[in-house]
């Protein structure tokens, strides 16, 4: 049977010494014996300094539930939509802390890191387990900068069902679009809140268009607001018709009113809501066969006599089928609509046994993380998240089966599954997990430290943050000698630079950031050559000739082909030489340095003489393909970014002046409330330090996200005007 362990790496330098996790381990556990089962350790909690911080309340959760009663949930939206101070709220109403913590005060749970804390935004995701009316939630609140998109979709793989957060405000952003997306990509059923709608500007039903317009999915209204913007107060639960109104009283939000709503109290939202019902009962009934089969036979008469337990099972059926999504609204920041937000957690969205993927785990060192401290325990049943350390080549993405034979019988399973090509969530599907897709890095930089014999320590300190973090990239400039790191954007690089300072001490030294452009090439053409070299008394010969062309695909893996007459006597290691060689050449364009995209090598003859090393095999070819390049009409491509812009009316003019400026093409400029949004291509190189311009320029007002859209040829002129920046003409 294979043992599927869900690995979300954290840099070691986040959990305490074993030694203090061990104390803790025992302590934990000695007061558990003493526990009856749901009895928060407040006391014993707070008896143990420095373990778990003060603020955590509950600690029961170390005790395994059986496995429906488990959900792994993540927060996942766009910058700022409120996913930090939602946690906080769920993290209070669950009894695992004691006080709210506050984005803008900087001292929250799951942003612990110190840049967290600083910038009030989240950067790396932080996991944290509590309880919930008899249920086990695992939750990890992602970021939501575009920069950190893969650290989203390295936990997207271990979740079972994620909470979109959106701004009532502003309804789908950019970044929502492209969570949404990854959540699709890993199959995440999820459930929609719509949060700040006590903010000025907020609109239920607009937020609700922009998830049907711009997501393209079918929102389940199972709430309605009382109230919006400074009136919203409650909500109505439109599946039980009950109004729970928010003590003004009660600052932080425990307390809450849920009554029935009755004609001779409210009749105008009794109607409103009744409606809603109905339409949500057709909506279900339209997705779901076997709840349509129930309405029609018992409840077509009159819909108010159907049980909400049999609409919210339906509901749950769907969701998990991710035929439509339900919506929930409320404002994190006053306290409201959270509650009901987590019942609707445990409420819709699957256990781990419910979703696609199966496990049975079993390792020696576990950690329960709760936030930025970790707790060892011993064992831990199916469907829970935990954290794991000391593996030495593991990283993000990878998934760790209990024996080698399991693996290669997984592994033989998913090619025969591979060949029934249609047949949807096959086995092979389930078992093996997909790694996480990598996006490509933008932009680039050299790292120095301060001195050459600190250079081995900055390496070590490369290395594990980028087991952590697959989408930081680390090079060697062949001809410079220099350490490069290709990052995501001007703010990954920075917080990495951050991270080696305080987690590392190390002080290094950044080049300037450099766009990372790629090159192509536009004719078919050949070249030969021939490597003769006699190294002691053995003679190496190697004559090849290539041809490279463009394709008309995007890649940036060279198309390798062989002339017949060669590849029906290749030997494995030679033709591994070859690739490698092919490979190496298009690292490097003739031009700027820059990798070498949507070509194709085809090898057309080769003469190797008896005893030629591989590594000469590979250094010819090589040499032989970047002759070819170098002969062949040349091409730049620079990255292109989508853009979207939002922004007070009043200073739509200057930014749109500015954009012109940077060569920006605007597709669109849509309505949003009292903000405009501005949305185009603009190349990246044109947008570096665009988030302090633009501040300028709106006083503070506008926002923006930025994603790579594609690579596109640059015009002569802008080409040239680069290469001589670069050779140093200009
Ligand atoms: N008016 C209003 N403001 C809110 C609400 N929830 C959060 N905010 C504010 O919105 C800002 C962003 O909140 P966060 O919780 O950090 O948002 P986030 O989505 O975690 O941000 P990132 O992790 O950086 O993507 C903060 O200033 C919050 O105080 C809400 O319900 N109403």
Redesign the pocket.
């Known amino acids: 049977m294979l043992t599927n362990l869900r690995i979300f790496a954290m840099s070691h330098q986040t959990i305490p010494s074993v030694c203090i996790n061990n104390i803790c381990c025992y302590k934990i556990r000695a007061s558990l014996k003493r526990l009856k089962p749901h009895v928060p350790l407040g006391r014993n909690c707070s008896s143990l300094p420095g373990l778990i911080g003060n603020d955590i309340k509950s600690l029961h959760s170390i005790i395994n539930p059986p496995i429906a009663k488990i959900r792994n949930i993540g927060i996942m939206?766009?910058?700022?939509?409120?996913?930090?101070?939602?946690t906080e709220r769920i993290l209070y109403y669950s009894g695992y802390t004691r006080s709210l913590g506050?984005?803008?005060d900087g001292d929250t749970v799951t942003?612990f890191m110190a840049q967290e804390r600083e910038r009030?935004?989240?950067i790396q995701s932080a996991a944290v387990t509590f309880d919930w009316k008899g249920y086990r939630v695992n939750l990890i609140?992602t970021?939501?900068?575009v920069d950190f998109t893969l650290e989203v979709e390295r936990c997207l793989r271990v979740l079972d069902g994620a909470v979109a957060?959106f701004d009532a405000s502003a309804g789908v952003e950019a970044q929502t679009l492209t969570v949404w997306r990854q959540a699709d990509k890993h199959n995440i059923p999820r459930i929609c809140f719509l949060?700040?709608?006590?903010?000025t500007g907020a609109s239920f039903k607009y937020a609700v268009e922009s998830i049907r317009e711009k997501l393209k999915a079918k929102p389940l209204l199972l709430q309605l607001p009382i109230g919006e913007a400074k009136t919203f107060k409650g909500v109505v639960d439109v599946v039980t018709k009950e109004k729970l109104l928010w003590n003004c009283n009660s600052n932080d939000g425990k307390d809450f009113e849920r009554k029935p709503l009755l004609e001779m109290n409210d009749p105008e939202l009794l109607k409103e809501t009744t409606e809603a019902r109905n339409a949500l009962i057709e909506q279900v009934a339209d997705l779901d066969d076997e709840f349509a089969d129930l309405v029609l036979e018992e409840f077509s008469e009159n819909f108010d006599l159907l049980p909400a337990e049999k609409l919210q099972t339906a509901i749950h059926r769907v969701t998990l089928a991710q035929t439509a999504v339900p919506v929930l609204c409320g404002?994190?920041?006053?306290n409201k609509g959270i509650q009901p937000l987590l019942d609707a957690v445990t409420m819709y969205l699957p256990s781990p046994e419910e979703c696609n993927c199966e496990f049975l785990e079993r390792i020696s060192r576990l950690l329960l993380p709760f936030a930025d401290q970790h707790v060892e325990i011993p064992s831990l049943t199916a469907g829970n998240i935990a954290l794991t350390v000391g593996l030495k080549h593991t990283a993000t993405g990878d998934t760790i089966v209990s024996s080698k034979s399991s693996a290669l019988a997984a592994a033989r399973r998913a090619e025969r599954e591979g060949e029934k090509k249609h047949r949807q969530n096959s086995e092979a599907e389930r078992l093996v997990l997909a790694g996480v897709e990598i996006p490509e890095p933008v932009f680039f930089c050299t790292i120095e430290p301060p001195s050459v014999s600190k250079q081995p320590d900055l390496e070590h300190a490369l290395k594990c943050l980028q087991r952590e973090d697959p989408s930081l990239k680390v090079r060697l400039d062949p001809d410079s000698g220099q350490t490069v790191l290709c990052g995501m954007g001007e703010l990954h690089i920075e917080i990495i630079h951050d991270r080696i300072k305080r987690e590392y001490g190390l002080e290094t030294y950044l080049g300037p950031l450099q766009v990372a452009y790629r090159e192509t090439i536009l004719n078919s053409v050949r070249a030969t050559d021939t490597l003769d070299r006699t190294l002691g008394d053995k003679r190496h010969l190697v004559t090849v000739e290539v041809e490279a062309r463009p394709t008309e695909t995007t890649s940036v893996m060279p198309v390798i082909e062989y002339a017949e007459s060669i590849h029906e006597g290749l030997l494995k290691v030679s033709q591994e030489a070859i690739e490698n060689g092919i490979h190496s050449a298009c690292l490097q364009g003739p031009l700027l340095g820059s990798p070498i995209q949507d070509v194709a090598i085809t090898l057309h003859s080769l003469t190797i003489h008896p005893g030629t090393s591989t590594t000469m095999i590979s250094a010819c070819v090589s040499r032989c393909v970047q002759k070819a390049l170098k002969k062949a009409d040349k091409q730049v491509l620079e990255p292109l970014m989508n853009l979207e812009v939002t922004v007070a009316r009043d200073y739509l003019s200057p930014v749109l002046a500015d954009l012109a400026q940077r060569r920006g093409n605007i597709q669109e400029i849509q309505t949003r409330q009292d903000n405009k949004v501005v949305i185009g291509f603009v190349p990246l190189a044109e947008i570096m330090g665009y988030s302090t311009v633009l501040r300028t320029l709106t006083s503070g007002s506008a926002t923006f996200a930025l994603e790579l859209s594609t690579y596109q040829a640059m015009n002569p002129q802008d080409q040239n005007t680069l290469l001589n920046r670069r050779s140093g003409l200009t």
């Open positions: 939206a766009h910058i700022d939509a409120g996913k930090t101070t939602t506050d984005v803008d942003d009030g935004i989240t609140d970021p939501g900068h957060v949060n700040k709608m006590d903010k404002s994190a920041l006053k």
